[in-house]
């Protein structure tokens, strides 16, 4: 048994769990016979109080009757009655055996323990119950009653059946364990006969079935399942040992295996065949010894080869051979992921390299021969193009009003031909525009303004998709107009901007048009100035126009700025060097933009910093500019207080710009709380009767802050939204140019941003980048105009105009009255009545003459503007007397569109009819937008035009 520990174990566990438990037994029925001593000595002393109790006067014959009871008969007790008039009388009684009574006691008992009438009450100790009666006739009877002792008759089955049971289980758990004993030796005995090798088949362990346990046998059957398939798997392996050695071994290429320092552990007979390594004793070959790599760092690899990572392949010859191979050395691991060595094949490539070093031969041939072709072709191209050129060249100025019409035919038939032959050659000689020369460029007057906006259109979907913030501005003192080519213009543009959005993950990309001077230009610009053409000095053009992409992209390193600029400075793409090439053809597509930049008698400027953004500028010299006014002033913006809560600081610095100049009171914000809405409050409250305020609020700027503080207003139900709303007030009225810097707390923010929009007395205008359906309802709601992002600044001085106009005419609404009540009365007094002057803005002289002489028989008097810009002229000298504006939508300089933005961003509300040859419904919609009242397709039909009139001139 000293040999099986885990049952000899189990077998004490067993004995002292029997052994407790009897414990447990005979200690609770001893207890149990105490109890009942005790319980027996109170109801005796219950049923001696209610006999006594009977009696009223009790004298000591009576109690002797009622200790004759049976009850009393095995009881020892002390009992003393104690007369009113104090003569005692005791009466004892001991069981045999037991110790006689030898003093007189009264016990003493607590008061609290007497029963509620105070007749009795009782003690109880370990051997003996003391109690006290109290009769009310003033009797006192003190008793002591001893417990019955406790007496063991062993003869009863209550003690010796325990006992017996108890040893009976000790015996049958004893005779189990040396059953299990004898099991677990079989099991031993047949554990240890089992071997790898004699296990050739699946038997089951020699255990009888009637003298083993269940699990013992199923143990039994895992080891011997075990064993088997052991032994399986060793035969297994074995096979499959063979078949590496053979296929390793008979391998038709050479292979090896290395430790990780590079000495060669073991190598095939192929190996050994070719490199013959030497036998020596205690000669350890490494790889370098057999071959070498075909330049230095190959050579640096073999030599290094601890330090490799992963497989790699590499091109080395033989040593003794001179035969090129194909080396592949592949890493293998230990369990910690450490290199412990490397497996080396060579394959023998040696054919193949004498093919391709031939094939390099005569590539090198065919490359001579083809760099022969393109020089020929250039000389060729050279040669037919300078003709062709001075052709076109000599047949465009012929004015053709001095030719017939039979000459005119020819001289088209001429200049036709020229163009397409032209642009045959150079689709044939792979001759793009680029090298063009200038007189080629179709210089122009360009509505730069209008361009700009063009550019934005075509890229705003891709910025829309990439999450970027669309920009744009226009200086206000930038010319309108300038003489350049309309497309090449257009493709620098987008070059940039497509360049911009490309390496730009996050922010925002803006455009910005302004006029500079040669004297405001830096040195490297004025040097590069140079570079492009050395006749044109700070005398030839009187300034320039810069257009500037920025974006708040990836940036680009010190080193390919350098390479970029040296580019650019350079007058012919033929000299850079292939670094810079590859450096510019990698994305930023700066080789058209140059070449066009430079066709337009401009260049490009870049700065960038890493991980910030770049700047590129586009340097444009004003040809013939024409300073037409994009903002135009009005008296009523005076009277405005523009309040701007945006996201971006660049649109708060060019809307700060615009403000100041069209004299607009502007309070603006990059990031706002709770104090500065106090504050702003606090200004504006000073001058409420003299301006009117309105707010302009950036949502992506509200959409941070509601995200910041776990919202997100683009899936909010509209009762959550209300519920964020504050129930503050601001009155907002007075105008400050400030911007405010201020880290603010998202808390802070949302709740200053709600507490704008809660003021109902304010106009909201709220501009995103997202379209209106992607907006909250309830936010929409609460404003009362949307402007769509790149924000255009002409479109939002109109919506500022249409919604402070109600406050404005509260301001001054006692003046109007008094000055509109005078000239009435003086105009009655002192004209004659004449007919209504309306006002046609047509370029066509057709249907300026056709629609003047329509209104002349209407009764209507005339006059005629040929573009929107003479429009405004014409307005702005002749208001009171123009009654109606009959507006053509498509015309030079500006259109009817921005003609009549800038009339309604001028609070005039005169009555303005489009005319338009496209008679659908898109146009219908932007002409209403833009603030026209009526629509008139072309041509004009006298009925309709009629009714118009009468419904618009009473």
């Not at 615009?658 to 200004?683: N, P």
Request: charged share 20%.
């Amino acid at each position: 048994m000293q040999q099986f520990k885990s049952l000899q174990r189990l077998l004490i566990f067993y004995a002292s769990t029997l052994l407790v438990m009897l414990l447990l037994y005979y200690v609770t029925f001893f207890d149990g016979l105490r109890h009942h001593s005790e319980q027996h000595s109170i109801d005796t002393f219950h049923a001696l109080q209610y006999s006594i109790t009977e009696h009223a006067a009790p004298i000591d014959v009576e109690i002797e009757k009622i200790l004759k009871q049976p009850a009393f008969d095995h009881i020892s007790y002390q009992l003393i009655l104690m007369m009113p008039s104090g003569q005692t009388y005791i009466h004892r009684k001991t069981r045999p055996h037991e110790s006689a009574f030898t003093t007189v006691t009264f016990p003493t008992v607590n008061a609290a323990t007497f029963s509620k009438d105070n007749q009795s009450a009782y003690t109880v100790s370990s051997s003996a119950l003391t109690g006290t009666i109290k009769l009310e006739s003033g009797h006192q009877v003190y008793i002591v009653l001893r417990y019955e002792p406790l007496t063991v008759e062993w003869t009863s089955y209550r003690y010796w059946l325990p006992l017996t049971v108890a040893l009976i289980l000790f015996f049958i758990a004893l005779f189990y364990m040396l059953h299990r004993r004898t099991n677990w030796e079989q099991l031993i005995a047949y554990t240890d006969n089992l071997s790898v090798h004699a296990k050739e088949s699946y038997t089951p362990p020699p255990f009888l079935q009637e003298k083993s346990t269940t699990e013992f046998l199923l143990l039994g059957h895992a080891l011997s399942r075990v064993s088997y398939q052991l032994h399986n798997d060793y035969r297994r392996i074995k096979t499959l040992n063979h078949r590496l050695e053979r296929l390793v071994d008979q391998a038709p290429l050479p292979m090896l295996m290395s430790l990780r320092h590079g000495q060669i552990s073991f190598y095939n007979q192929r190996f050994e065949t070719i490199f013959t390594p030497s036998t020596k004793n205690g000669h350890r070959h490494i790889i370098t010894d057999f071959v070498m790599g075909k330049d230095e760092a190959t050579q640096h690899i073999l030599q290094t080869l601890a330090g490799l990572q992963v497989s790699r392949t590499l091109i080395v010859y033989g040593i003794q051979n001179k035969q090129n191979y194909q080396l592949h050395a592949t890493p293998w691991f230990g369990e910690h992921g450490q290199v412990h060595g490397f497996t080396v094949m060579l394959n023998d490539i040696n054919e193949l390299v004498n093919q391709n070093e031939q094939l390099q031969q005569q590539n090198k041939q065919l490359q001579q021969k083809v760099d022969e072709f393109n020089k020929l072709r250039f000389v060729i191209g050279h040669k037919l193009r300078i003709p062709l050129e001075a052709m076109i060249d000599i047949l465009e100025p012929i004015d053709p009003n001095t030719l017939n019409a039979r000459q005119n035919k020819t001289l088209d038939t001429l200049i036709t031909t020229s163009q397409n032959m032209l642009t045959a050659l150079n689709e044939t000689l792979h001759i793009g525009n680029i090298e063009v020369r200038k007189t080629r460029l179709n210089i122009e007057p360009v509505d730069i303004y209008k361009l700009g906006q063009e550019v934005n259109e075509l890229i705003i979907n891709d910025t829309r998709q990439r999450g970027l913030e669309l920009i744009y501005f226009f200086a206000p003192d930038c010319p309108r107009s300038i003489g350049t080519d309309d497309v090449r213009l257009r493709q620098i543009l987008l070059n940039l901007l497509h360049n911009a959005v490309k390496f730009t993950p996050s922010g925002h990309v803006a455009l910005i048009i302004e006029q500079t001077d040669y004297e405001q230009m830096s040195e490297a610009n004025k040097e590069a100035l140079q570079s492009i053409n050395k006749n044109l000095t700070a005398d030839a053009v009187s300034c320039w126009v810069r257009f500037s992409v920025q974006d708040t992209g990836i940036g680009i390193t010190s080193a390919k700025q350098h390479q970029l600029l040296s580019y650019l400075n350079k007058p012919h793409s033929q000299d850079i060097n292939p670094v810079a090439q590859n450096a510019i053809d990698a994305g930023l597509g700066l080789k058209n933009v140059n070449s066009f930049a430079r066709l337009l008698g401009g260049f490009i400027e870049l700065t960038s910093t890493v991980n910030e953004g770049s700047v590129f500028n586009l340097y444009l010299p004003c040809r013939r500019p024409n300073y037409q006014s994009v903002y135009h002033p009005s008296q009523h913006l005076n009277h405005i207080c523009l309040i701007a809560v945006v996201h971006q600081p660049l649109v708060a610095q060019h809307l700060q710009r615009l403000c100041e100049h069209l004299a607009i009171s502007s309070t603006i914000y990059t990031a706002v709380d709770l104090a500065t809405i106090e504050q702003l409050t606090e200004r504006l409250s000073q001058d409420q009767q003299s301006l009117a305020p309105i707010l302009l609020l950036d949502y992506e700027y509200y959409d941070t802050s509601a995200i910041l503080v776990g919202n997100k207003p683009d899936t909010d139900s509209s009762a959550k939204y209300q519920n964020s709303l504050s129930q503050e007030q601001a009155d907002l009225t007075k105008p400050h140019l400030t911007h405010s810097n201020h880290i603010v707390t998202s808390i802070d923010r949302r709740q200053a941003l709600n507490s704008l929009l809660a003021n109902t007395s304010l106009p909201k205008i709220l501009f995103s980048m997202k379209s209106e359906r992607r907006i909250p309802s309830m936010l929409l709601d609460q404003c009362d105009g949307f402007l769509a992002k790149p924000l255009d600044s002409a479109l939002l001085l109109s919506e500022i105009l249409r919604l402070t106009m109600p406050a404005r005419k509260k301001l001054t609404q006692t003046q109007d009255i008094k000055e509109n009540i005078s000239e009435t009365t003086a105009q009655e007094e002192s004209s004659q009545p004449l007919s209504p002057l309306i006002l046609v803005v047509e370029d066509s002289p057709t249907n300026q003459k056709i629609a003047c002489k329509m209104l002349s028989k209407l009764g209507y008097r005339s006059i005629v503007a040929e573009d929107g810009q003479q429009a405004l002229d014409i307005l702005a000298s002749q208001r009171e007397e123009i009654s109606l504006i009959l507006m053509d939508c498509r015309m030079p300089v500006m259109d009817g569109l921005q003609a009549t933005q800038a009339i309604r961003a001028q609070g005039d509300d005169i009555p303005i009819v489009a005319l338009t040859a496209n008679n659908t419904e898109e146009d219908r919609k932007a002409c209403m937008q833009v603030g026209m009242d009526e629509f008139l397709s072309k041509p004009i039909r006298k009925k309709d035009l009629d009714t118009v009139l009468q419904s618009f001139i009473p």
